[in-house]
């Protein structure tokens, strides 16, 4: 069993900044891959970003490129979402996600373990 945190998340005016920490511990051997999503009230659960433990390779959602940037620490086993030029429409429940098997890091049935989300509201 694995446990995933997500820290990070507030109240920011709109263009403002928040960068968002996920941990995952608790599995004797470290996830592949690990992803953020988002989920705004009354809508689906969203794909933000992902990234490869083994490579680096990172994937954005396409309306949020450009502002957000995912990364790593494989030491502390831990990723970061830095979200620059913050919208109101980025108000959502953000979660973290680890994988350990295989499948499209854009689909949510993919990951194996999710935190419990942190609330990020951007007011304008």
């Known amino acids: 069993q694995a446990q995933v945190v997500e820290s990070g998340g507030g109240l920011v005016q709109a263009g403002g900044s928040l960068i968002l920490s996920c941990a995952a511990s608790?599995?004797?051997?470290?996830?592949?891959?690990m992803g953020w999503f988002r989920q705004a009230p009354g809508k689906e659960r969203e794909f933000v970003a992902a990234?490869?433990?083994?490579?680096?390779?990172?994937y954005t959602a396409d309306s949020v490129k450009g502002r957000f940037t995912i990364s790593k620490d494989n030491a502390k086993n831990t990723v970061y979402l830095q979200m620059n030029s913050l919208k109101p429409e980025d108000t959502a429940l953000y979660y973290c996600a680890a994988r350990y098997g295989t499948g499209s890091l854009y689909y949510t049935g993919t990951y194996d373990y999710w935190g419990q989300g942190t609330q990020v509201t951007v007011s304008s």
């Open positions: 608790g599995r004797t051997f470290s996830s592949n891959a």
């Open positions: 990234i490869s433990r083994s490579t680096g390779s990172t």
